[in-house]
């Protein structure tokens, strides 16, 4: 399956953002899929994954409460909606996939998107 990631952009401390993740290639219900993040100068870290129903979801410590993460499957796409932005969100946002239940971890992820950068200014 391929991934291309969308919508980053700058914004400021407060403020929300909406990240895509389009799918394409292969059977999208098949994959559960997750958001991870990587800071300048630091490692990727996991951010929200949704199962491949959309029916479970699970999110980092540090964005729950703030992010929310869904699915539409009939248009091959998952969505990270970010609301009370912070400085510390600022990274590039990557989407991934695998054929599996949503997990944590990234090196269980077969698929990769390109990666969408966010900004959050203070």
């Known amino acids: 399956v391929q991934l291309q990631a969308s919508g980053g952009g700058l914004v400021q401390a407060g403020g929300s953002l909406r990240v895509s993740c389009a799918a394409s290639?292969?059977?999208?219900?098949?994959?559960?899929v997750g958001w991870f993040r990587q800071a300048p100068g630091k490692e990727r870290e996991f951010v929200a994954a949704?199962?491949?129903?959309?029916?479970?979801?699970d999110y980092a410590d540090s964005v729950k409460g703030r992010f929310t993460i869904s699915r539409d499957n009939a248009k091959n796409t998952v969505v990270l909606q970010m609301d009370s932005l912070k400085p510390e969100d600022t990274a590039v946002y990557y989407c991934?996939?695998?054929?599996?239940?949503?997990?944590?971890?990234?090196?269980?992820?077969?698929?990769w998107g390109q990666g969408t950068l966010v900004t959050v200014s203070s």
């Open positions: 290639g292969r059977t999208f219900s098949n994959y559960a």
């Open positions: 949704i199962s491949r129903s959309g029916a479970t979801t």
């Open positions: 991934a996939a695998r054929s599996g239940m949503a997990v944590t971890h990234l090196n269980l992820y077969d698929f």
